[in-house]
């Protein structure tokens, strides 16, 4: 049996070596007992604690997610223990339930309740399979899981820039990079709209409300300059009313599918020379190899500093970005690209998240790179759907 003190510093070794491999630890000064996150009220502060007694934090170093260190006492390593959660709803599960608000909630005199209507569905827009080509105004409802991400201080007077889609009600999937915009003097993402169609227009089919961003959680991972890991989850300050408007994507949790044609949807540009789009689009891409996309990239400036390892297959997926049309430009950033659903109706499962383009969009050799959701299906799922 391993005695307490070895298992102490078997641990200490292991975030040692992930410090090492380039997983840079923030020390923040604390000592062991002291809040080192107050989250917003609602949930459990996060507590400093000696490594061997934070289970979460030793489940994420297998996932080499490095925790935040509050300090060393001796060889004793002391991190920012997230609150503990002995386990939480999986995605698939939660998919099945957002599910049924695509069915009418009715009442029935005869049994004296509510029931699904299975029979007729809700006001829902029925999840097509992919444009045949090219790019397209969205139908109202089609796409009832974007978000618009807000930079200002109010709505009202805000700049509308990056995506998201929402997974829950109450967080929104994204980009870390969409976390602000504007190196210089930068411009943080402090609201998300919802049921938006057309934000110039308030005489189209959409029923939009803005909700405020009060926790931005960037995946730990997430080192900019570097092009890894770049997802975000955006926690709102209430919970979200689904309708046809608005209501959950599904999240992919096969790692090994890539289809050979997907779609994307924002609000952004669809060829380099235009202005941002106030009506959301949806844009066939065809995926391609993670191989062919590497290569794509080879000339790219910095790239030991963006991409070290060249193309992650298991973490990304590539997309060719060459052909007018066929391709997504700024503004699609941290919205998803997405299949319609095998087995519920009115549904997408969202596969990647708009990460970053090569080259000049609608050119030869460029290509778009999406963050692969499916390998960080735990990570989402520990925050999101925690069963307390």
């Not at 107050?38 to 934070?54: A, F, H, M, P, Q």
């Not at 030793?58 to 509050?70: A, F, M, R, S, T």
């Not at 009115?346 to 692969?372: K, L, P």
Request: proline fraction near 5%; charged fraction near 20%.
């Amino acid at each position: 049996m391993i005695s307490y003190t070895k298992f102490q510093c078997f641990l200490t070794l292991v975030l040692l070596c992930f410090v090492n491999l380039g997983y840079s630890a923030k020390i923040l000064g604390l000592y062991e007992g002291d809040i080192c996150r107050n989250v917003d009220g609602e949930t459990s502060n996060y507590i400093c604690r000696t490594l061997e007694k934070c289970s979460v934090a030793i489940g994420e170093l297998g996932e080499k997610i490095n925790p935040p260190i509050c300090s060393y006492n001796g060889n004793t390593t002391i991190v920012c223990c997230p609150p503990e959660v002995s386990k939480s709803y999986s995605a698939s599960e939660m998919c099945r339930k957002y599910s049924e608000s695509t069915y009418l909630n009715e009442t029935n005199n005869f049994l004296k309740g509510n029931y699904l209507n299975e029979e007729y569905n809700r006001d829902c827009y029925e999840a097509n399979p992919l444009i045949t080509s090219g790019t397209t105004a969205a139908e109202p409802k089609k796409f009832p899981h974007m978000a618009l991400l807000g930079y200002g201080e109010k709505p009202d007077n805000t700049l509308w820039f990056c995506g998201g889609s929402l997974i829950s009600n109450r967080f929104v999937l994204t980009a870390a990079n969409c976390e602000k915009i504007n190196a210089i003097n930068p411009l943080y993402a402090k609201w998300v709209r919802l049921g938006e169609l057309d934000y110039s227009s308030e005489t189209d089919d959409a029923k939009p409300a803005d909700y405020k961003i009060v926790e931005r959680i960037i995946h730990p991972n997430y080192k900019s300059p570097s092009l890894y890991n770049d997802i975000a989850l955006f926690r709102l300050e209430r919970d979200v009313d689904f309708s046809a408007y608005v209501r959950p994507i599904c999240l992919n949790t096969d790692n090994i599918l890539t289809p050979p044609a997907i779609m994307a949807t924002g609000w952004g540009k669809s060829v380099s020379d235009q202005s941002l789009s106030p009506h959301l689009l949806e844009v066939r891409l065809n995926t391609i190899s993670a191989e062919e996309c590497d290569n794509r990239f080879s000339n790219v400036a910095n790239k030991k500093n963006k991409l070290a390892k060249g193309i992650d297959e298991n973490s990304m997926v590539c997309t060719d970005n060459s052909k007018v049309g066929n391709s997504i430009c700024k503004g699609y950033g941290g919205g998803p690209i997405q299949i319609k659903h095998n087995s519920y109706k009115c549904m997408y499962s969202q596969i990647g998240i708009a990460s970053f383009e090569g080259n000049i969009c609608g050119h030869e050799g460029s290509s778009a790179v999406f963050t692969r959701v499916s390998n960080y299906i735990s990570w989402i799922e520990r925050i999101v759907w925690p069963q307390v």
